[in-house]
């Protein structure tokens, strides 16, 4: 099993900044790519980031491009989003994910989530 957990969530003016960090713990040897969803109030769960264990690939959102970055950190067990120039639209709760293999074949978790919040 790989366990999740996210922090650095909060409340942060229009154009601020917050990094969310997600801990793996588990079978973290298994991970092949990490990445973030969000979920907004009255919405579906969309696709925001995701990076793959060597740090080889990322790809985002067009909604995020150029002002949110995914990084990791493999000795941690640790990804990161660093999101800068925030914007009202960007509340939501943020859930970590990872991709990881069990018995050969692909399967994922999720973390429990983590709030983020901008006021304009």
């Known amino acids: 099993q790989v366990l999740l957990v996210e922090s650095g969530g909060g409340l942060v003016q229009t154009g601020g900044s917050l990094r969310l960090s997600c801990a793996a713990s588990?079978?973290?040897?298994?991970?092949?790519?990490m990445g973030w969803d969000r979920q907004a109030p009255g919405k579906e769960r969309e696709f925001v980031a995701r990076?793959?264990?060597?740090?080889?690939?990322?790809a985002y959102a067009d909604s995020v491009k150029g002002r949110f970055t995914i990084s990791r950190d493999n000795a941690k067990n640790t990804v990161y989003l660093q999101m800068n120039s925030l914007k009202p639209e960007d509340t939501a709760i943020y859930y970590c994910?990872?991709?990881?293999?069990?018995w050969g074949q692909g399967t994922n978790s999720w973390g429990q989530g983590t709030q983020v919040t901008v006021s304009s």
């Open positions: 588990g079978r973290t040897f298994s991970i092949y790519r």
């Open positions: 994910n990872a991709d990881w293999l069990r």
């Open positions: 990076i793959s264990w060597s740090g080889e690939n990322a």
